[in-house]
């Protein structure tokens, strides 16, 4: 490479930062380091014991348009196009939310649910109802050889993006999507039902982040006028597909658990264990059928 050509790693994190910086992000530094990473190929360790590596002008301009991308009010995950989620890589798009930390309670309270289940019976069948990128179903999948999942979703670009996903973490052979508005679709049992569903009542969004409310996709995000819509026809519609000993996990938002434990509740589940998320809020809920007595 000429010397026109290049340019030294630490003079390009230092315009990131300073760029960063500047359009007032919560987290300008390290969406600079994350976005430099993904840009050039540099590594963290490079960062520290490489400053003066030469980047080459393609990288520095890929590295330029995502600042300006980021410094607009992209969220740096949708501009690298994936994001980690249990230890995983997850490829996003325009249908799908970014999967957060605080979903992985979700999955952490079911892990010892399919470990009894799978011990029982020998597998487990999953279904994940709204499954987005396929992160909750996928990272079960990565989790359990001795799994089969089918993930629901109602945007077909969601399932797409999810059939890649589970392909790329190597368990595209036992993941199924299916297209259904709920569970008009499903047929079939399970051993266990996960989701995510949309619970963001619907006056809030418009006060969501602009990150939030400019880049997730709306649907996964409202959840009608209490934020209960899809708790509710969770509730009514689970039973009809979960074997005797099957169970039901849900993430929830603030304030919900009570709603959530009544509307189970009143379709004869009861409470059988509940996990917090990192900030310490009650995230994730876990339901067995009251005839039930194997939990």
């Not at 020998?122 to 279904?127: D, F, K, P, Q």
């Amino acid at each position: 490479m000429s010397s026109e050509e290049v340019e030294r790693l630490d003079r390009l994190m230092a315009e990131a930062r300073a760029k960063l910086r500047a359009a007032g992000g919560e987290t300008p530094d390290l969406d600079a380091r994350l976005l430099i990473e993904w840009a050039t190929g540099a590594t963290r360790l490079d960062l520290v014991s490489q400053p003066e590596k030469l980047i080459g002008s393609a990288e520095a301009e890929k590295l330029r348009a995502a600042l300006e991308r980021r410094a607009g009010g992209e969220p740096v995950h949708r501009i690298m196009g994936q994001r980690e989620f249990y230890g995983l890589p997850f490829r996003l798009s325009a249908q799908t939310l970014e999967p957060r930390p605080d979903t992985e309670a979700l999955v952490e309270l079911v892990i010892p649910v399919l470990e009894q289940l799978i011990a029982r019976h020998g597998m487990a069948e999953v279904l994940d109802m709204g499954t987005g990128t396929g992160a909750i179903i996928i990272s079960l999948l990565h989790r359990f050889e001795h799994m089969h999942g089918i993930g629901v979703d109602v945007a077909e670009g969601a399932l797409a993006t999810a059939r890649i996903n589970a392909i790329d973490n190597g368990v595209g052979e036992r993941f199924a999507g299916l297209k259904s508005d709920w569970f008009s679709n499903v047929s079939g049992k399970f051993h266990l039902i996960v989701s995510n569903p949309p619970y963001i009542p619907h006056a809030e969004i418009a006060g969501l982040s602009r990150e939030v409310r400019e880049h997730d996709p709306l649907a996964a995000l409202d959840g009608g006028p209490d934020g209960l819509d899809f708790y509710k026809a969770l509730a009514q519609g689970v039973g009809a597909h979960l074997y005797k000993d099957g169970m039901v996990a849900v993430e929830i938002g603030a304030g919900q658990f009570q709603d959530v434990e009544a509307l189970f509740k009143s379709t004869g589940f009861s409470l059988a264990g509940e996990a917090n998320d990192l900030g310490g809020h009650r995230r994730a809920m876990l339901f067995g059928q009251i005839s039930n007595t194997q939990f």
